[in-house]
């Protein structure tokens, strides 16, 4: 018998999207469902987190109340969205302690309100695992949407942010390492809604998502999206000084910038002669915008390093299957 194993979380997604029959402008298959509203969209997204697959060790109620919320935020920041409300399903034990999820929702709470929004509503179930499920709300100007396709071939590849720092620190995690700002950045994700806003309206935008999965994997997704490839230049990839603390060897560096996500850094392309309006951007929002490659109508996407062009192979983190 087929399972669910054999095909991962992407495949099992599109049969899911091949039955259901959506009424959405944006339907499923990117970061968030667009719901037209006359003069704006609504923008809806979900996403849920379980102790199996999503708590490492290390992360105590506040941070995974924090991150239920985070995660959700950070979709509605790559459709250039500003949120207007979550709510939140919680499958808990009946054994978990009180404070437990008066600290879940505490840094649940932390992470709506200081990102200009709030839990409006929610619904909470015994279960025999920790289950949390956030869904946010947001909306975004008609002309402002940002979608995962839209490039074309000459246009710049771009991400916010610097890549590997939650890699890191999930490995410092795991061996002790003791890299405290790479472990809270796993900890506690940062939504990049201030930034998603500012590339909705700078207006030379031409498609963006949110790397929850990993810079390879988010490159896959958009190439597909956008029916381009996508050229990318390792030595250009803004990377956590902490990636280099994690490992030695130049080969895991490299797989944890390109594969291991978690960073919810935005990657998106602009026009071709924009860099410049992009880098003043970048100063008034105070996050760096990094040039790292272009799209192109080629065979494949590409990984230069040092001079060296490789597949760039879709090695992200996929549920149902198992990390090596
Ligand atoms: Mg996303």
């Known amino acids: 018998m087929k399972t669910l194993g054999t095909l991962g979380e992407r495949e099992t997604i599109r049969l899911i999207e091949r039955i259901i029959q959506s009424d959405a402008s944006i339907g499923p298959g990117d970061d968030c469902a667009a719901i037209d509203l006359g003069d704006k969209y609504l923008l809806i997204t979900t996403d849920m987190m379980a102790t199996k697959s999503h708590v490492p060790k290390g992360m105590g109620p506040y941070d995974v109340g924090w991150s239920i919320i985070a995660v959700n935020l950070s979709d509605i920041a790559a459709m250039g969205g500003r949120p207007i409300g979550l709510v939140t399903a919680i499958g808990?034990?009946?054994?978990?302690?009180?404070?437990?999820?008066?600290?879940?929702?505490?840094?649940?709470?932390?992470?709506?309100?200081?990102?200009?929004?709030?839990?409006?509503?929610?619904?909470?179930?015994?279960?025999?695992?920790?289950?949390l499920c956030g869904t946010a709300f947001g909306e975004v100007p008609k002309d402002g949407l940002l979608l995962r396709k839209g490039a074309r071939a000459g246009d710049l590849i771009a991400v916010s942010g610097q890549l590997g720092r939650a890699g890191a620190g999930f490995h410092s995690m795991k061996k002790g390492l003791g890299l405290k700002e790479a472990e809270d950045s796993l900890r506690r994700p940062w939504p990049r809604i201030r930034e998603g806003i500012a590339l909705s309206q700078s207006g030379f935008v031409t498609s963006c998502m949110d790397i929850s999965d990993g810079l390879s994997a988010s490159i896959f997704e958009m190439s597909k999206n956008s029916g381009m490839t996508y050229e990318v230049d390792y030595e250009k990839v803004p990377k956590a000084k902490e990636v280099e603390m994690a490992f030695h060897d130049l080969e895991r560096q490299k797989d944890l910038v390109l594969n291991f996500g978690d960073d919810f850094e935005l990657l998106f392309t602009i026009k071709r002669e924009e860099e410049e309006p992009l880098a003043k951007l970048a100063k008034e929002?105070?996050?760096?915008?990094?040039?790292?490659?272009?799209?192109?109508?080629?065979?494949?996407?590409?990984?230069?390093?040092?001079?060296?062009?490789e597949k760039l192979e879709n090695l992200g983190y996929e549920h149902f299957r198992t990390r090596q």
């Not at 978990?96 to 990102?115: S, T, V």
């Not at 915008?289 to 996407?301: H, L, Q, R």
């Open 285 to 309: 929002c105070g996050c760096p915008f990094t040039v790292i490659g272009k799209v192109t109508s080629g065979e494949e996407n590409i990984l230069i390093d040092m001079g060296k062009r």
């Open 92 to 131: 808990i034990t009946r054994g978990h302690p009180i404070d437990f999820i008066e600290q879940m929702a505490d840094g649940m709470n932390d992470c709506a309100r200081r990102f200009g929004t709030s839990i409006v509503g929610g619904d909470t179930k015994e279960h025999d695992d920790l289950v």
